[in-house]
């Protein structure tokens, strides 16, 4: 692995969400704050939709750590339940609760019995549904009389919806009017600008224990960037496979040509110009500026005193500053 090769105490690039390296994009971040405004306004359902690989499931685990313990909360990864009977059984089952042997009415009866109860003493729930573009209108619509639980101060349960575009096509069907007519919160992620895409590898680099700025030629850090459109998902792929070429070839950082070979692999340097790759950045890394302090980062520092170069690498981001209209 690369990692002995380039002195990295991990992989940087993980081929799962990991919230730990969570990296604050204005999309991500814009859309966190969109959900948790609207959960706190208690509405009742509310819906994050992006094109795959943007980072939607990365998003409900931040939400999920930002929300604390106040709250219960049922996590769907995968929304292909079949069935009314199959999407009470897994929420059911992700809340601990009974479920085996239990008819559809009994099911949804416990799960009633349970919000309502919950929320009594002053705990509410949250539904939330990955992969939610596969739910059909009949499961969206048990959706939606759940979400008319209600106690005398409010919603018993919310539902956060979270899917690919599709989902929002779904939400238009006649069928389900009453259903979008509910939909007080839409977020959406979008991919990484040229300039957080970069940083965004340079980020994963640094908690990964390494030097970004000598582990990524500039020139192959836009290429990496430029390509993959700025796809977190791509990204990490990408960054990967050329960190695997670069070692394999023995040489001391990423250049354009293990970018390239790495591009290649996934099928994504296609549109590369026969000449050479899109204009390239002259010196890009040319300082490190901190991500902007939350009281979230100030309690994770403290936690983490006696760690501090894990400290720094979450709380400190490498900005890419972006030679204005200077080409190679």
């Given at each position: ?41 208690g509405e009742g359902v509310l819906v994050l939709t992006g094109q795959p690989g943007t980072g939607k499931t990365l998003v409900c685990h931040c939400l999920l750590e930002r929300l604390g313990s106040e709250v219960d909360i ?64 009949d499961l969206l619509e048990e959706l939606r009389l759940l979400g008319n639980l209600e106690a005398r101060s409010g919603k018993a349960v919310q539902v956060v919806l979270v899917g690919q575009p599709s989902l929002l096509e ?11 007519q509910r939909l007080a919160v839409r977020a959406d992620v979008e991919p990484l600008e040229l300039q957080e895409a970069a940083d965004y590898l340079l980020h994963h680099v640094r908690i990964a224990g390494g030097r970004p ?116």
């Amino acid at each position: 692995m690369y990692q002995t090769h380039f002195g990295l105490r991990q992989r940087p690039f993980p081929a799962t969400p990991d919230p730990a390296r969570y990296y604050p994009a204005t999309s991500h971040e814009r859309a966190i704050a969109r959900l948790l405004n609207g959960l706190a306004d208690g509405e009742g359902v509310l819906v994050l939709t992006g094109q795959p690989g943007t980072g939607k499931t990365l998003v409900c685990h931040c939400l999920l750590e930002r929300l604390g313990s106040e709250v219960d909360i049922a996590f769907l990864t995968n929304s292909h339940v079949g069935d009314r009977a199959g999407l009470l059984q897994a929420i059911l089952y992700d809340l601990s609760l009974p479920h085996e042997k239990r008819g559809e009415q009994e099911m949804r009866l416990a799960l009633t019995d349970h919000l309502l109860r919950g929320y009594e003493k002053g705990r509410g729930t949250i539904l939330i549904l990955d992969e939610a573009q596969h739910l059909t209108p009949d499961l969206l619509e048990e959706l939606r009389l759940l979400g008319n639980l209600e106690a005398r101060s409010g919603k018993a349960v919310q539902v956060v919806l979270v899917g690919q575009p599709s989902l929002l096509e779904t939400l238009r069907l006649p069928e389900l009017s009453a259903f979008a007519q509910r939909l007080a919160v839409r977020a959406d992620v979008e991919p990484l600008e040229l300039q957080e895409a970069a940083d965004y590898l340079l980020h994963h680099v640094r908690i990964a224990g390494g030097r970004p700025e000598r582990l990524f030629a500039d020139d192959a850090l836009e290429l990496l960037s430029r390509q993959t459109r700025g796809v977190p998902r791509l990204l990490n792929q990408a960054a990967h496979q050329a960190l695997n070429l670069a070692a394999e070839a023995g040489a001391a950082q990423v250049d354009v040509e293990a970018a390239l070979e790495g591009l290649a692999m996934l099928g994504l340097a296609e549109e590369i110009e026969e000449g050479g790759p899109s204009p390239l950045l002259n010196g890009a890394i040319e300082a490190y500026e901190p991500l902007a302090e939350t009281p979230e980062s100030r309690e994770r520092m403290s936690e983490a005193e006696e760690s501090p170069s894990e400290v720094e690498a979450e709380n400190t981001s490498c900005r890419l500053i972006l030679a204005s209209g200077r080409t190679n």
